[in-house]
């Protein structure tokens, strides 16, 4: 079972950056896909961004590509999201993911593909 405890939630002005992270122990392979979700009140969660640990290949949703960057830095087991340009509907609580994948496998944004996550961080965009 992979630890995940993200951190980087706060309030933001619209058009401001956050970055969160997520500091993850107990990987028991390479071949993971961490990522992050978001859910906001009333709606249902949302698949933001996913990266391959092995060969950081990225994906994106349609609603965050360009504004939003994943990365990962497997020395200190931690990913990034950097959120730029940030909108109100950009407030979620965001949760980082992750799960065990084959080598060649792509990651995907459904919450079922997914075997680990966080408590959530809070992410308000707000004037």
């Known amino acids: 079972q992979v630890q995940l405890v993200e951190s980087g939630g706060g309030l933001v002005q619209p058009g401001g950056s956050l970055r969160l992270s997520c500091a993850a122990s107990?990987?028991?392979?390479?071949?993971?896909?961490v990522g992050w979700f978001r859910q906001a009140p009333g709606k249902e969660r949302e698949g933001v961004s996913s990266?391959?640990?092995?060969?950081?290949?990225?994906y994106y949703a349609d609603s965050v590509k360009g504004r939003f960057t994943i990365s990962r830095d497997n020395a200190r087991d931690t990913v990034y999201l950097q959120m730029n340009s940030l909108k109100p509907e950009d407030t979620a609580v965001y949760f980082c993911?992750?799960?065990?994948?084959?080598?060649?496998?792509?990651?995907?944004?459904?919450?079922?593909?997914?075997?680990?996550w966080g408590q959530g961080t809070q992410v308000t965009i707000s004037s």
């Open positions: 993911v992750a799960g065990l994948i084959t080598y060649a496998s792509e990651c995907s944004l459904d919450w079922d593909e997914y075997d680990d």
């Open positions: 107990g990987f028991s392979s390479n071949y993971y896909c």
């Open positions: 990266i391959r640990r092995h060969d950081a290949h990225t």
